[in-house]
């Protein structure tokens, strides 16, 4: 039997607070609209959800993050659509409920609700995503057929953001202009074999140092070739690209004339991003948030029945699923399931991608993302 290979190694915490990179990890990019508005009354709420809107374009987009994920985890499409192409790309971001600067209800979390909280971030004033109620029928008179919703919405989610996709276009499906469930499931099962599933299960309980929880996580997201090259991130340029301030001085925490520096290799850039969410001290990272949004992953349904009603009232045509075949946290053939179940326009199955495209293939990950965004506006008549 030939010799296991050994796993990638991946930077330690302490080789990337040293970095000089570090200071710049998180890019300042100056939302055009942001705030914290309030969800879910009669639903257990209300709680505050925070959002922002980069761009003015005609074109809006909304990324749906996932498991633990901070709305910056979009930085590389934040600043590719909602900045660099700005007039043509709104792009709505927000915190999920548990994480980030929304707030974190100790309820049960559910990727239905967590869909309706979404809803009710796209109905409030202050973004307007989604049209206001219809005024009432004078009395007597016979209410008219209301016309159809505008299809301006494009809804982009990544794993457990995948799930509360799904559960988005059921609730509002003849909204959705295009939809794209990333490296996400219908339901989590057990994809291995016992050994395998009892071996993870019990890794999940263990007490583990920094270096090993971030190690681990990096292994598992993303795959063994792309942790080891180069840092090949595309970097913003301050005062050049729209909306982006300088970073932090290295070693200092007031705003200076730097650059955005790059890291030795990818795998470092991901111990950056993640120990600068576990770090930071306006933000801090909760348990509590992550095991209730843990809760509603591993609790998510959606029938093959369901998924092809919800198809049917998105239109298949406007629909990508994509999946990695090297995907370590929810495995190749949850993805194939949900290609059946949904039979969209366009299915991937990705030979040697990882769970999080966004970040391990950026340059074509956003690619086709503009490529679902101009299938959704051709058949809308806009382009």
Known sequence: MAPKTPPPRVPTVAETLKHPAYPTTIWTLEPDRKGRVPVAEGRGG???????????????????????????????????????????????????????????????????????????????PDIGWLPPSSPPTPSGEEPAPPPPPPRTLHVVGISLGGMIAQELATLLPTFISSLSLVCTAAAIENTTSFTENMAQRASLLLPKSVDRSVADTARQIFSPAWLTQPDDVHLPTPNTTPGCQPPPVSGGSGKGKGEYLKFDNNA??????????RLDPARPFGLKGFLLQLIAAGWHRKSAAQLAAMADGVGRERILVMHGT??????????????????????????????????????????????????????????
């Open 268 to 277: 470092q850039r991901f111990v950056a991003q993640e120990m600068h969410k």
């Open 46 to 124: 209300p709680f505050k959800i925070s959002w922002e809107i980069h761009g003015v374009g005609p074109t809006k987009l909304i990324f749906i993050m996932g498991l633990g994920g901070l709305k910056s985890a979009w930085q590389r499409q934040t600043l590719h659509f909602g900045h660099e192409r700005r007039d043509q790309y709104s792009v709505l971001l927000v915190d999920n409920r548990g994480m980030g600067d929304s707030d974190s209800p100790l309820m049960r979390y559910s990727t239905s609700e967590m869909a309706r909280d979404l809803a009710d971030v796209l109905a409030h």
């Open 326 to 383: 090297e995907d370590g946290m929810i495995s190749e053939p949850h993805g194939r399931k949900l290609i059946e179940f949904v039979k969209p326009g366009r299915g991937l199955i990705v030979e040697g991608m990882g769970h999080a495209p966004l970040v391990e293939r950026w340059a074509w990950f956003n690619r086709m993302v503009e490529e679902q965004c101009a299938v959704g506006e051709k058949l809308d008549g806009r382009v």
